[in-house]
């Protein structure tokens, strides 16, 4: 690890003019930057320690919805009592994602900020656009095991690594922004990741400066709530591919199927037509035949990951025909 200096931001504003300044990167829980620079993937001049600065309340918000803050752990969300009630398909793609004690450290804005796993970018010997523009991809040709398959470039082809974002998405979550000199914005978390395109270094829509201050989820929702991991091993492992699903039915039909993918894509990945095709219909093979001929359509592998095409065909039968039980 290099040498760094460390300051304690006191304020938000205080923290916007820290991490707004070039060389400064911003530290909560740590869980996945500490890595990144004992392995010289991060190499800061200064971190700026935000853990004071407050935003780590989960409350209720006044359409009966819930707002989670940026600072608060991942087991204070998972444990909280309306997200076990009442958005229990985040809950169960938290527990999927990391040990008790990552979860007792990283946070809800840590864990939308992580970066992603590709053996690559965190071995500084091999070729990586992500971390050093223009010196190629290992992955495309080499270890592509974990790699995506959907919304790639010629220049990256890595995952989003997370779990939680993958509820938040099924759940058309949004994220509150804060920026230099108080401006506010809020965009949602199926907008807030990036595809990897000619910047695949730039992973999230935040700007220098700006600090995600909480996730706010819509008021409940009634149905099955489920999230399916499949990993190489059952114990912690990163997704092959993960789907949450939001679904309900009346009279042996959908009428609601909110559904995001994980393992997949540089980004949590949602497509509208999913749910357009599923609402209005009875659960059947054919169906959910169409509704991952829709998903699939422009998928690619390259080589080590192909197998992901047909498993995810297989787990999104799986997950919708579980989810259709559950939900009638
Ligand atoms: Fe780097 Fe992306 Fe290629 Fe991995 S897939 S080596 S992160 S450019």
């Given at each position: 690890?290099?040498?760094?200096?460390?300051?304690?931001?006191?304020?938000?504003?205080?923290?916007?003019?820290?991490?707004?300044?070039?060389?400064?990167?911003?530290?909560?829980?740590?869980?996945?930057?500490?890595?990144?620079?004992?392995?010289?993937?991060?190499?800061?001049?200064?971190?700026?320690?935000?853990?004071r600065?407050?935003f780590?309340?989960i409350?209720?918000?006044?359409?009966?919805?819930?707002?989670?803050?940026?600072?608060?752990?991942?087991?204070?969300?998972?444990?909280?009592?309306?997200?076990?009630?009442?958005?229990?398909?985040?809950?169960?793609?938290?527990?999927?994602?990391?040990?008790?004690?990552?979860?007792?450290?990283?946070?809800?804005?840590?864990?939308?900020?992580?970066?992603?796993?590709?053996?690559?970018?965190?071995?500084?010997?091999q070729?990586?656009?992500?971390?050093?523009?223009?010196?190629?991809?290992?992955?495309?040709?080499?270890?592509?095991?974990?790699?995506?398959?959907?919304?790639?470039?010629?220049?990256?082809?890595?995952t989003?690594?997370?779990?939680?974002?993958?509820?938040?998405?099924?759940?058309?979550?949004?994220?509150?922004?804060?920026?230099?000199?108080?401006a506010?914005?809020?965009?949602?978390?199926?907008?807030?990741?990036?595809?990897?395109?000619?910047?695949?270094?730039?992973?999230?829509?935040?700007?220098?400066?700006?600090?995600?201050?909480?996730?706010?989820?819509?008021?409940?929702?009634?149905?099955?709530?489920?999230?399916?991991?499949?990993?190489?091993?059952?114990?912690?492992?990163?997704?092959?591919?993960?789907?949450?699903?939001?679904?309900?039915?009346?009279?042996?039909?959908?009428?609601?199927?909110?559904?995001?993918?994980?393992g997949?894509?540089?980004?949590?990945?949602?497509?509208?037509?999913?749910?357009?095709?599923?609402?209005?219909?009875?659960?059947?093979?054919?169906?959910?035949?169409?509704?991952?001929?829709?998903?699939?359509?422009?998928?690619?592998?390259?080589?080590?990951?192909?197998?992901?095409?047909?498993?995810?065909?297989?787990?999104?039968?799986a997950?919708?025909?579980?989810?259709?039980?559950?939900?009638?």
């Open positions: 690890m290099r040498p760094f200096s460390y300051q304690r931001a006191r304020t938000l504003q205080n923290a916007g003019d820290l991490t707004g300044a070039e060389g400064t990167l911003a530290i909560a829980g740590g869980t996945n930057l500490l890595d990144l620079m004992k392995l010289q993937v991060e190499t800061p001049e200064t971190l700026a320690d935000i853990n600065v407050g780590a309340e409350e209720d918000t006044a359409d009966g919805g819930l707002s989670i803050g940026a600072l608060a752990t991942n087991t204070e969300t998972t444990v909280h009592p309306r997200v076990r009630s009442d958005y229990p398909v985040l809950a169960r793609a938290i527990l999927a994602g990391a040990t008790q004690q990552l979860r007792n450290k990283a946070t809800t804005g840590g864990n939308l900020c992580q970066r992603t796993r590709c053996f690559y970018f965190t071995n500084i010997d070729p990586c656009n992500k971390r050093e523009p223009g010196s190629g991809c290992g992955a495309i040709k080499g270890i592509a095991k974990l790699h995506a398959v959907l919304g790639t470039s010629d220049q990256c082809i890595a989003y690594p997370g779990d939680m974002a993958v509820a938040l998405s099924a759940l058309d979550a949004q994220v509150q922004i804060a920026g230099p000199g108080g506010e914005r809020t965009v949602a978390v199926r907008d807030f990741h990036c595809l990897p395109g000619d910047t695949p270094w730039r992973e999230n829509v935040l700007e220098p400066g700006e600090m995600i201050q909480a996730v706010t989820l819509p008021p409940p929702v009634r149905g099955a709530q489920l999230y399916r991991k499949v990993r190489e091993r059952s114990s912690y492992a990163f997704a092959l591919v993960s789907i949450a699903a939001i679904i309900e039915m009346n009279e042996g039909k959908f009428t609601r199927a909110d559904l995001a993918f994980g997949l894509a540089h980004k949590p990945w949602h497509d509208p037509r999913l749910a357009e095709t599923l609402v209005g219909n009875a659960p059947s093979s054919e169906l959910f035949d169409r509704a991952a001929d829709l998903l699939l359509e422009d998928a690619q592998g390259f080589g080590e990951n192909d197998f992901k095409i047909p498993l995810t065909r297989r787990t999104l039968h997950v919708l025909e579980q989810a259709a039980e559950e939900a009638a």
